[in-house]
């Protein structure tokens, strides 16, 4: 082997192990787990690379993408530096954001957090079910106008937005919770051990910068990969052009859609699939796999038929027994030579077993 080849296949060797030492298996831990908390700082810390820049696309649509049932909670920024027609774009994005999701009580729940120097939930996730009235609610969001405690506004929406009595979702039902954060300045407070708890939680965090923000936060509050979840845009007037990428980042991909094995119907489930067979048939063990039910027939006899059939079979051993009784009566007259012919036969006159008369 080629020494330049050799060196190329350790650093590949040295690259995956660190992505599996950044990158570790997620596990369903308690939101307080201090090792965990740790964990997602560490990941965060070693993840504060620039991000890649981002090519949007406003026009790129998939006609297999649907919105997958959310618990989302948008945490916007109103403070003094978010002059008020920009705050005007901001409702306008989170009104755009509404239209492409699948909005009901079964499918996406939004709130929103407004905040500045002070934190105000502006409506929770069980306010809305119906995109009307919480585009409604948006428009009449109003600014702050005074600092920026960014950390102070997270903890908000875990410990009062992000809760059963909020309207969110409980954990067996599996549904996934999203913050997205939108802001324009440095936090006042700190985000980094907030965003770590949120997020091992079980809340997936989006961090969107604008203008002035502050890179290394919005990298400390956003999930890993950064790739994924940290945006930024130079002016408020494109933000609306985030939309499209936030739709094909949240939405869901039908696995049906995407292929299956299923020999008959397969069932959306979620982010899965299960089978079911057509009217006749049971799914097997395998559950992909169809077999034709089983009918059993059960013959019932008709009670008139049955009584026919008594009465005919009582006629014909009757009949049998009669019969019988005449042959043997038949035999013996025969035999001892008395048997009257009957009709025909003169009085008096016997025939003898050698039948002479």
């Known amino acids: 082997m080629k020494p330049s080849l050799w060196s190329l296949l350790t650093c590949a060797s040295l690259l995956l192990a660190h992505v599996r030492a950044t990158y570790p298996p997620h596990h369903h831990q308690g939101a307080g787990d201090p090792q965990l908390i740790a964990a997602q700082s560490y990941a965060q810390t070693r993840n504060n690379g620039r991000p890649p820049i981002r090519t949007l696309n406003p026009a790129k649509t998939d006609s297999q993408c649907r919105s997958r049932p959310l618990d989302l909670v948008f945490i916007i920024d109103s403070s003094r530096s978010v002059r008020p027609g920009e705050f005007e774009k901001v409702k306008i994005f989170l009104a755009d954001m509404v239209d492409t999701l699948d909005v009901g009580s079964e499918g996406t729940r939004v709130a ?40 102070l506004a997270i903890k908000t929406a875990v410990n009062d937005a992000f809760t059963e009595e909020s309207g969110a979702r409980p954990r067996t039902r599996k549904i996934s919770k ?161 048997f009257n012919l009957g009709v025909g036969t003169p009085r008096g006159v016997a025939w003898n077993s050698n039948g002479v008369a």
Do not use: W
């Not at 502006?122 to 428009?139: C, G, Q, T, Y």
């Open 112 to 151: 929103v957090v407004n905040y500045a120097s002070t934190v105000k939930i502006e409506f929770l996730l069980k306010d809305h079910f119906n995109k009307p009235d919480m585009k409604k609610a948006i428009s009449r969001i109003e600014p702050l106008a005074a600092g920026t405690m960014t950390g």
């Open 178 to 338: 999203v913050a997205i954060i939108v802001t324009d300045g440095r936090p006042q407070d700190q985000v980094e051990e907030v965003s770590a708890a949120a997020r091992a939680s079980g809340i997936e965090i989006y961090a969107v910068g604008v203008d002035r923000a502050d890179m290394r936060s919005l990298q400390q509050m956003a999930s890993i990969p950064l790739e994924d979840h940290v945006f930024y845009v130079e002016t408020y007037g494109v933000i609306e052009k985030l939309t499209s990428k936030f739709r094909e980042t949240l939405c869901g991909l039908d696995p049906c859609a995407m292929g299956h094995d299923c020999e008959h119907i397969c069932v959306n489930s979620n982010a899965s699939y299960y089978c079911k067979c057509r009217n006749g048939y049971i799914l097997n063990a395998d559950k992909k796999t169809c077999s034709l039910k089983q009918v059993k027939v059960e013959v019932v006899e008709d009670p008139c038929k049955c009584e026919a059939r008594l009465a005919f079979q009582k006629q014909t051993q009757a009949t049998i027994q009669q019969l019988t009784a005449k042959h043997i009566l038949c035999v013996v007259s025969i035999r001892t030579g008395f």
